[in-house]
């Protein structure tokens, strides 16, 4: 238990982290990486160089320093991020290193600021953070081990098919290399890839949703080629996967991870939406609900640039004529001379008012702003927050406009 005065002074640094907050997790990475250069094994580069893990981190820390002195309320964040942590392999040992980087870049944004005062109030408090988060760890890595199929750290598998979905995206079905069977997902989880490409000093790891239902004796992964445009470099994991790795190249797997889940135990209608590779998590829950549940009404809404862009179209097509609880709708940002599409430009507030219920369960994923605008238009639509499931690409990011 903490004592009184340092809640206190840990209560009181909240406004200066708020405005030092992204530079001091800024100077934190820096220091991280020139002290312990293995770290950049686990941490995203392309994240680190867009800040977006800066952010992450910076408001994570925020939340829970404004949450001390209760953080039963912050455990679904940390289960969150815990599940990421889990599929990243990230142990207990970690942890004091993460503190003392913290704790010293705070010395030096702050400056004379951080009295010994604040930072021991500091120590005291990340000791707390920390053990919470290694709790919730331990559990889920004790819990990926024990169920059927299961393991603990990275697993061997191999790629068995590559199947052209559009010209950008692919999807890879990997089998365990050593025949065993494997572990059962949630529809909307992810796995985790480990790889290293020829001639590269690191080790790369990348979440990827697992873009079928469950059940089957593969992991299937949907990956776009994420080629570096606007002056963002090229995906280091998805380029290699589309063009160097084979169908028989081995890739390392940590077990499925992720909170979100489809909830099967819900009858009201289910929305899904998604946006370009967005797609992925959507399809599994729409798989998993349409036999599962099939008396539960589905509206799947899929926006894409275009026709030649549109991954997986014939699936759907085939759904939906399958499956009459099942109504899909697409949406071209800007279509082609042959392209059917119920839209054309994005989805807008008046498009999820004529096709959907309010009363439903939604799920969205796509790009950043196409989240914060089907956000928006759910939140006129009087959609409550609690119904409203979504889940960014890479690190979570603030959904409100
Ligand atoms: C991701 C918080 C400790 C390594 C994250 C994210 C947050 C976070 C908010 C972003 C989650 C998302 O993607 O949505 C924290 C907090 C910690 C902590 C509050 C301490 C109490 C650690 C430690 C390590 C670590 C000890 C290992 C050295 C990572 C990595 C990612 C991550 C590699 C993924 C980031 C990327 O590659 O883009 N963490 N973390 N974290 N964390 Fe932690």
């Not at 580069?45 to 829970?64: K, M, S």
């Amino acid at each position: 238990m903490l004592h009184k005065e340092t809640i206190e002074i840990i209560k009181s640094t909240v406004p200066v982290l708020e405005i030092h907050g992204t530079e001091i997790t800024s100077v934190f990475y820096t220091r991280l990486f020139d002290n312990h250069p293995e770290l950049l094994n686990i941490f995203n580069h392309a994240n680190q160089r867009q800040g977006r893990q800066q952010t992450a981190l910076a408001n994570a820390v925020y939340a829970a320093a404004a949450h001390i002195d209760r953080l039963e309320e912050i455990v679904p964040v940390v289960k969150q991020i815990g599940e990421k942590h889990r599929a990243l392999g990230i142990l207990p040992e970690h942890y004091p290193i993460v503190g003392t980087t913290l704790l010293a870049a705070m010395k030096e944004v702050l400056g004379d600021a951080a009295t010994p005062e604040i930072l021991n109030a500091w120590a005291d408090a990340y000791q707390v953070i920390a053990d919470a988060f290694i709790s919730v760890e331990a559990e889920m890595y004790e819990k990926a081990a024990r169920v059927p199929g299961g393991w603990s750290g990275f697993r061997r598998f191999v790629i068995n098919r590559k199947v052209k979905e559009s010209p950008l995206i692919t999807s890879l079905y990997l089998v365990p290399e050593d025949g065993g069977e494997i572990a059962s997902y949630e529809p909307g989880q992810y796995i985790t890839l480990r790889v290293k490409p020829e001639g590269d000093s690191y080790s790369h790891l990348r979440h990827y949703s697992l873009s079928t239902a469950p059940g089957k004796p593969y992991y299937r992964i949907t990956v776009k080629r994420e080629d570096g445009v606007n002056g963002e470099g090229a995906g280091v994991v998805s380029t290699w996967l589309h063009r160097q790795a084979e169908e028989g190249t081995v890739v390392e797997v940590s077990a499925p991870a992720g909170s979100f889940t489809l909830n099967s135990d819900s009858e009201l209608p289910l929305v899904l939406i998604s946006g370009g590779v967005g797609l992925t998590p959507l399809v599994s829950m729409l798989e998993t609900a349409l036999t599962k549940q099939p008396s539960r009404p589905v509206v799947y809404i899929h926006a894409a640039k275009c026709g030649s862009q549109h991954a997986m179209r014939d699936h759907i097509e085939q759904l939906t004529v399958q499956h009459p609880q099942l109504r899909s709708y697409v949406i071209y940002e800007s279509p082609e001379q042959e392209d059917q599409c119920h839209k054309t430009g994005y989805i807008d507030l008046e498009l999820l008012q004529e096709t959907t219920d309010p009363g439903s369960d939604f799920y969205f994923c796509g790009p950043v702003p196409f989240m914060r605008a089907v956000y928006s238009h759910l939140k006129a639509m009087g959609v409550p927050a609690d119904r409203a499931h979504y889940e960014f690409f890479g690190p979570a990011g603030t959904i409100e406009q």
